[in-house]
């Protein structure tokens, strides 16, 4: 799926996970949008950083969702991968920053997944 699919849809309530690894929107039409990573070992996937204020994007459709990412190594065997995501409505933009580190054997990236909430 991809995040593009939240653009039109109305954020009602905009959750982050205690533990920093979790992002979820709950949306006007019943559904959720939720990034998370799904852990296989020994890597470390989690939100670095918020720029701007969510409680701009609640109460009115998003214009933007977009999501960007950058590579690397620090030289040695290990890797990161840092994911930007830009959300943005009338009211405000709001930019969210994932920093997936591991071994390299293992999976940085933050996963996305949209679904109807159930009544």
Known sequence: MSISEMVGKTPKNITIGSDKDELNFYFSDGTLGRFYHEQDYNESVLISDVSGDVADLIGTPLLVAEERTETGSDGGCESWTATFYTFRS??????????????????ESVDFQMKKLST
């Open 90 to 107: 009338v009211k405000g933009t709001v930019d969210v920053l994932w920093r997936g580190e591991s071994n390299g054997y293992y999976s």
